[in-house]
């Protein structure tokens, strides 16, 4: 794992990339995105990697900039999935905000998966420094626990519908 904190050409990459594929940045201008980016870490991941384990206290919000993060857990030594987060999602929302041990494994699961980090310190100093920004990134976790509640329960309903049938 690398982490990057860029030159000026790589951060207008990264920030090219966050505006195309982040909910969160729709309601930011150019100039708050770039402010924003200076509170993230961007890390590169190797398949296989894990951004953060199943017991673990959520010290950070991640953002999926390329590739894909998986939400797993262990069962009896198998692991798994229950969702995979791709580009423009944010992850990591529900142990970070309650401060509850996690429940699941993030888990990169495409080589060369970016995330853009957001560590509670930096987060805490955000909402000080840039309270606006913290506010949306707030509104986009909501809406972002919205989305996987969603497709959870529409895989859970499709699997229930494929064993139980349609109870005529």
């Known amino acids: 794992m690398t982490k990057g904190n860029g ?41 296989g990697h894990i951004l953060s384990d199943i017991g673990d206290i959520g010290d950070a919000l991640y953002f999926v900039v390329q590739g894909e993060i998986a939400l797993t857990f262990d069962d009896h030594g198998h692991e798994n999935e229950i969702v995979r987060a791709g580009p423009g999602e944010m992850l990591g929302e529900m142990s970070f905000f309650d401060k509850q041990p996690r429940s699941v494994r993030l888990v990169a699961k495409a080589p060369e998966t970016e ?19 913290a506010l949306n990134i707030v509104e986009h976790a909501i809406i972002s626990l919205d989305r996987l509640f969603r497709r959870v329960s529409t895989s859970y309903a499709q699997f229930s519908h494929y064993l139980y049938g349609t109870g005529k």
Do not use: A, F, G, M
């Open 7 to 47: 030159n000026s050409e790589t951060d207008q990459i990264k920030l090219s990339q966050l505006l195309s594929h982040q909910y969160l940045c729709e309601s930011l201008t150019v100039s708050e995105v770039q402010t924003l980016l200076d509170y993230l870490t961007l890390l590169n991941v190797d398949k």
């Open 115 to 133: 995330v853009l980090k957001l560590s509670r310190i930096k987060y805490k100093r955000l909402k000080v420094e840039h309270p606006y920004i």
